[in-house]
């Protein structure tokens, strides 16, 4: 993977970024800087940026992305040409310096036997997920920062066939699904365009003739669009949130789909999910392993 465009600007860890084994970065306000490497994070001694030089090459990323970083507008997320992801945090929210996250992209090449390989998921749970998305079901990929979500919502994508219209919505451009018809998007709420929110794009998207629908991460009043759609019979839909477990996914869906509607209550925001959804999926990362712990038909395990 190349990291041309960021090296110029992030010396100090340049090695880090070129490195095939770490996953992660991390540059902390103290000026520490640590890695996850196969599953174990760690500090990195004696690498360090100079007072004021990490502030400045964040400041020229985001304008070379077309992006806001300052006081105003301190939170950067973006996506690397290669897929990996940085995020960064700058005063006043964080202090004395930035916090910076690289988390590089790895998943582009896996394929449902790689994660069967590596005991992410198993030869049943791998068919039974197959079918599903082959049969139009609606899935929600549920767990923690890290845990493989995306990951395994790529995979997934694999089994959609190769002749149905996908349209993709991300917050930070991160997913590569492998299929010919596949429009990607991206909402735009830390440029110096316009505002266009997550549920501006879904809601924009649904007049394009989508067959299948994947949303990178629900996280906040798009899921009130997305029950709508599913109830609506919009199939065959893919999506991730954050959750601890498969039951916690459908209240954390309803209670987001709130948000935004005075008049909607909280039960029936839920029913809504529920009625919408077939499959949960739950994954886990424990000790730098990541692995599915759930999977469960709307109503019953299986």
Known sequence: MSFDVIIPFLRPIEQLLQSKTISEIMVNPDNTVWVEERGEVRQIPDVRFEDGALLTGLEVIANRFGKKL????????????????????????????PLVTVRKFTSRDYTLADLIRTEMITEEQGELLTRAVRGGENILIA????????????????????????????????????????????????????????????????????????????????????????????????????????????????????????????????????RSLDLIVYISRKEGRRRIEEVARVGRSV
């Open 70 to 97: 300052d006081a105003d507008s301190p939170i950067l997320n973006l996506r690397l040409p290669d897929g990996s992801r940085m995020a960064a945090m700058i005063s006043p929210v964080v202090n004395p310096r």
């Open 143 to 274: 767990g923690g920062t890290g845990s493989g979500k995306s990951t395994l919502l790529g995979v997934l994508a694999d089994a959609i066939p190769e002749h149905e219209r996908i349209l993709l919505i991300e917050d930070t451009a991160e997913l590569h699904i492998r299929k010919p018809h596949i429009v990607s998007t991206e909402s735009q709420t830390d440029t110096h365009r316009s505002n266009i929110t997550f549920d501006d794009l879904l809601k924009a998207v649904l007049r394009h003739r989508p067959d299948r629908i994947i949303v990178g991460e629900v996280r906040g009043p798009e899921a009130r669009t997305l029950l709508d759609a599913m109830n609506t019979g919009h199939r065959g839909t893919l999506a991730t949130i954050h959750a601890s477990s498969a039951s916690e996914a459908v209240r954390r869906l309803a209670s987001l789909a709130i948000r935004s509607a005075a008049n909607f209550q909280l039960n029936v925001a839920k029913e809504d999910a529920e």
